[in-house]
């Protein structure tokens, strides 16, 4: 059997040496070895503008996650799921079960945002936004280059035999990664539950809150999974976004691309009649999905800009200009002019304006209460001696942080139907509901048949008004009067 040549064979066990560098190809994922194995990535490290703006605005973006649930809006977190309360908070906008439909909106708005930036910019959200590259980049990889080194200390230190030392780093690192998992999930957790809540459940016996417990090592253990072995992989074979962007985007589109024009034919310094690329496969090493760049745009690049950077390093090493790695569209790179206005941005934004005008238009006929009005369980209605009757529940939502006071009313109810429950105005606390009974009875020497009517909820400041139609349900007129021609009553 022959030896894989991407695997060299280590004649010294007691000092392994690293292996010969991987050369990337477009026929196959990067990350796949010959055999079918799973082949490490260890990017090195890199320093430039892109860098430093994407380290920033990585912490930034960790910063605002964990800030959000502390920073208090209207007596509550600027975002809060209380799924188990059926409330939902968004920066003092609160929401009721009853309009969480309007979350849809929500969703369908970021996706029609992110196709139009897909359009213009490529794959910028997952180079500089995207949860998975936030966290991979400016946490656990922290921690590996902490514990472990650069990338050829990594690299020899994955080669090198189980040593006590070996072992301690892998112990090592690795229970950060689960910490790190951890406070991941249980500031996740409060998104939901709020932080006094999850502090409360921390101090207490897993078995008096085993929902959230349970939730937060399953949580915590794919967080694990994912970020201290799976990596680039969920970009690459979950993630189903790197599969659009060849439909979303085209020629004029802003991506991460290389100056063949310019570059082509590689060749080391003082090589005759080569391009600018001096073949130093620097762009390969520092990319976190082991692509080769020069090879065009292919489904693992992730838009990082760790190849600019890199590459800029070089040219200015060797005093050649900046920019054969660059964003720039394909057009741009053929030497041509990139198009910002065509017709698929012009879609994608009336589609973005059309969302975001019905969003508005949807969430601003949000109330600050809620109601529903439905018919008791059992019988749709009663027939006694004396009268006809409908029960109802009426269900009174009081959506605000503050008490309020509501007037709950009937019109459109015919002369002589008298109304049980609701006579006086209900006070309701902050996000406070009551359910109560409302009946109407008809004496059946009124009774002319099933009738509709509306029952309204007004605020005691008269602000806005509720309204629902309910049927009053009852038997024929004519069947009453026969039974009580049957009985000799006189109606």
């Given at each position: 059997m022959s030896a894989d040549p991407k695997v060299p064979t280590n004649p010294e066990p007691s000092r392994p040496r690293p292996a010969s560098p991987y050369r990337p190809s477009v026929d196959s994922v990067t990350t796949i070895a010959s055999d079918g194995s799973r082949r490490d990535i260890h990017p090195a490290d890199v320093h430039g503008r892109f860098t430093r703006m994407r380290r920033w605005s990585g912490w930034a973006l960790i910063a605002f996650y964990v800030a959000l649930p502390w920073i208090p809006v209207n007596g509550y977190p600027a975002v809060l799921l209380d799924i188990a309360g059926s409330r939902f908070h968004f920066f003092g906008f609160t929401l009721a079960a009853q309009d969480a439909w309007l979350l849809f909106f929500g969703v369908t708005g970021l996706g029609f945002a992110l196709f139009f930036l897909t359009a213009l910019f490529g794959r910028l959200w997952c180079g500089w936004a995207c949860p998975q590259t936030v966290y991979l980049e400016h946490v656990y990889r922290v921690i590996e280059r902490w514990i472990d080194g650069d990338a050829p200390a990594r690299r020899a230190l994955q080669a090198a035999p189980l040593t006590a030392g070996k072992a301690g780093r892998r112990i090592l690192k690795h229970a950060l990664y689960a910490v790190a998992s951890l406070v991941i999930t249980h500031i996740f957790l409060s998104y939901f539950v709020s932080l006094p809540e999850v502090w409360q459940m921390m101090r207490e016996a897993p078995r008096d809150h085993w929902a959230?417990?349970?939730?937060?090592?399953?949580?915590?253990?794919?967080?694990?999974?994912?970020?201290?072995?799976?990596?680039?992989?969920?970009?690459?074979?979950?993630?189903?976004?790197?599969?659009?962007?060849?439909?979303?985007?085209?020629?004029?589109?802003?991506?991460?691309?290389?100056?063949?024009?310019?570059?082509?034919?590689?060749?080391?310094?003082?090589?005759?009649?080569?391009?600018?690329?001096?073949?130093?496969n620097r762009c390969v090493q520092v990319c976190p999905t082991g692509i080769?760049?020069?090879?065009?745009?292919?489904?693992?690049?992730?838009?990082?800009?760790?190849?600019?950077?890199?590459?800029?390093?070089?040219?200015?090493?060797?005093?050649?200009?900046?920019?054969?790695?660059?964003?720039?569209?394909?057009?741009?790179?053929?030497?041509?002019?990139?198009?910002?206005?065509?017709p698929r941005i012009i879609v994608y934004f009336i589609l973005l304006l059309v969302g975001t005008a019905v969003a508005t238009y949807a969430f601003s006929t949000v109330k600050p209460a809620n109601f529903l009005v439905y018919r008791m369980s059992g019988a749709a209605y009663f027939v006694s001696p004396g009268d006809v009757r409908n029960q109802f529940m009426v269900r009174l939502l009081n959506k605000r942080t503050e008490p309020a006071t509501f007037v709950v009313s009937t019109e459109g109810v015919p002369a002589g139907v008298q109304q049980s429950g609701f006579t006086a105005p209900v006070t309701l606390g902050p996000l406070a509901e009551s359910v109560s009974p409302l009946v109407?009875?008809?004496?059946?020497?009124?009774?002319?048949?099933?009738?509709?009517?509306?029952?309204?909820?007004?605020?005691?400041?008269?602000?806005?008004?509720?309204?629902?139609?309910?049927?009053?349900?009852?038997?024929?007129?004519?069947?009453?009067?026969?039974?009580?021609?049957?009985?000799?009553?006189?109606?």
């Open positions: 959230a417990f349970l939730f937060v090592f399953i949580a915590a253990g794919i967080l694990y999974f994912n970020f201290a072995w799976f990596r680039e992989q969920l970009c690459i074979v979950i993630c189903p976004y790197g599969r659009l962007q060849s439909a979303l985007t085209d020629d004029h589109s802003m991506v991460i691309g290389y100056d063949s024009k310019r570059g082509e034919p590689r060749g080391k310094l003082g090589t005759p009649d080569a391009g600018a690329c001096v073949a130093c080769d760049i020069r090879h065009g745009l292919q489904l693992e690049c992730i838009g990082c800009a760790a190849c600019i950077d890199a590459c800029d390093e070089v040219m200015t090493k060797v005093h050649r200009p900046t920019g054969l790695v660059r964003y720039d569209s394909f057009i741009g790179l053929d030497g041509g002019r990139t198009r910002w206005i065509r109407l009875i008809v004496d059946r020497k009124h009774y002319t048949g099933p009738f509709h009517f509306t029952v309204r909820v007004e605020d005691s400041a008269h602000t806005y008004q509720l309204s629902r139609a309910v049927e009053f349900m009852g038997p024929e007129p004519k069947l009453l009067e026969e039974e009580d021609r049957e009985k000799g009553v006189q109606r």
